[in-house]
């Protein structure tokens, strides 16, 4: 891009942003001529000969995610400080180049996967209003979706960079804990909250994930482990699950669309094998059905308690679920979930990866309101288990459902081997869109 170009397209991004501002997937906008000066600092440093991977692309950050002198509010009125540093994450990516448009509207405290647990106005579904947006980086994959920026950063602790991105019809990737660093948020579950990447198109994903992660020395959760480069052999065998494991909650548009997607990963030439999904799902439920909800209330457990009114009930009583347990409860369910990591490893370790439809079903937001507790659980069936096991995973759009509605695959990786994401998904990507178009 030009220099005009890059402050031209920068600009026009955040004016779309101010237009769609009173529809809830914004909390925040940076004033337009900080977007310009840093637009133009991204054109003079190209126009001096810096390689910027990220030159030009415009970006937006979920509001738990510290952004120097802006407010992370996490989605709640009277909550919140003026960070004085921006996260490592936001600082990697402005640095190759990429420039900040505003922070996006999240389900408060990130408390939830589907995009209702905040006040009105809520962030509508970008393909369908009707449709709950996923969460609870609603805002985050909003912002992609409808093309007001190039690529969000949201946060993910029980699938919240995987759902959104199903609901919106764009690629969520959720790299391993650890591979970016996790610092500066209002942290869900510190210890084990990703930074994950909203994006178009896997390759776009990629690169941005490609300019963010690294060692953090300052980081206490950075991964450390090994990342895995080896290309795929052919006929690389995928885990999957049996029909007995697969819920899709009545929806047998998703079913269906699911067995189509699974059938262009057989025309691409991989194997697929059946595993016991029982040690995922029950790592899955100890994230939000033991102790370990107790982490929430390390951050805003207090503000909750002092100002219960600011927050919505669905996700006020999700976090004071938490001060049921006891710390004999917090170490009983740290050991369980560290055998399950074990027993997790050894079903993996024969395959390149697993595969699981990301959501099950997609509800309305009617739906959702009128049941939020159990359909909220149901919509993290094949989320809930990635991080508290440390593996990656990305979420990539599949074919229409017949009804209209999206449908999306996620991968699910070993740990450090985003390499191997990184291939199937862009074979499944490749499939997807040379398939005929479904009329919609």
């Not at 009125?77 to 640095?95: E, F, I, L, Q």
């Not at 805002?139 to 920026?149: E, F, I, M, T, Y």
């Not at 102790?291 to 951050?299: K, M, T, Y």
């Amino acid at each position: 891009m030009s220099a005009p170009d890059i402050v031209a397209a920068a600009l026009a991004a955040h004016d779309a942003a101010m237009a769609a501002a009173g529809e809830g997937i914004f909390v925040s906008l940076c004033e337009r001529a900080d977007v310009e000066r840093a637009a133009r600092r991204v054109a003079e440093r190209c126009a001096v000969g810096e390689t910027l991977p990220l030159a030009g692309l415009t970006f937006a950050v979920k509001d738990n995610i510290d952004v120097a002198g802006m407010a992370s509010t996490s989605n709640c009125p009277g909550y919140g400080r003026v960070a004085a540093a921006s996260a490592p994450a936001v600082d990697k990516a402005v640095a190759a180049g990429a420039i900040l448009i505003g922070k996006n509207t999240m389900d408060q405290f990130a408390t939830g996967l589907n995009g209702t647990r905040a006040w009105e106005p809520l962030c509508r579904n970008a393909i369908d209003p009707d449709l709950i947006p996923g969460g609870s980086s609603s805002g985050s994959a909003v912002a992609v979706a409808r093309g007001l920026v190039d690529f969000a950063l949201g946060s993910d602790t029980g699938g919240s960079g995987r759902v959104p991105a199903a609901a919106n019809g764009i690629v969520g990737l959720k790299p391993t804990p650890g591979l970016v660093s996790g610092r500066g948020m209002v942290y869900c579950n510190r210890t084990f909250d990703v930074i994950p990447v909203f994006a178009p198109t896997v390759a776009d994903a990629f690169r941005v994930f490609a300019a963010i992660k690294g060692p953090d020395p300052l980081d206490p959760y950075a991964y450390t482990g090994p990342e895995e480069a080896e290309p795929l052999p052919p006929g690389a065998a995928l885990a999957t699950l049996a029909p007995a494991d697969l819920e899709f909650f009545g929806d047998d548009a998703a079913r269906a669309a699911y067995g189509a997607n699974i059938a262009r990963l057989e025309a691409a030439g991989f194997t697929l094998r059946e595993i016991d999904f029982a040690p995922f799902r029950e790592a899955g439920r100890l994230v939000f059905e033991s102790a370990l909800v107790a982490e929430r209330l390390v951050d805003y457990g207090d503000f909750i308690a002092a100002r219960p009114e600011a927050v919505v009930a669905p996700v006020r009583r999700a976090i004071e679920a938490g001060r049921a347990y006891s710390a004999r409860d917090a170490f009983e369910a740290l050991y369980r979930l560290a055998a399950l990591k074990l027993e997790a490893a050894r079903a993996l370790a024969p395959f390149a990866a697993l595969v699981v439809p990301t959501v099950p079903r997609l509800f309305t937001v009617r739906e959702m309101q009128a049941e939020p507790m159990a359909r909220n659980t149901a919509m993290g069936t094949y989320t809930y288990f990635a991080n508290p096991l440390g593996l990656g995973a990305i979420a990539v759009p599949g074919g229409w459902c017949a009804d209209g509605r999206p449908s999306s695959l996620c991968f699910v990786g070993r740990p450090g081997a985003e390499a191997v994401l990184r291939q199937i998904a862009s074979d499944f990507e490749a499939r997807v869109r040379c398939a005929a178009p479904v009329s919609r």
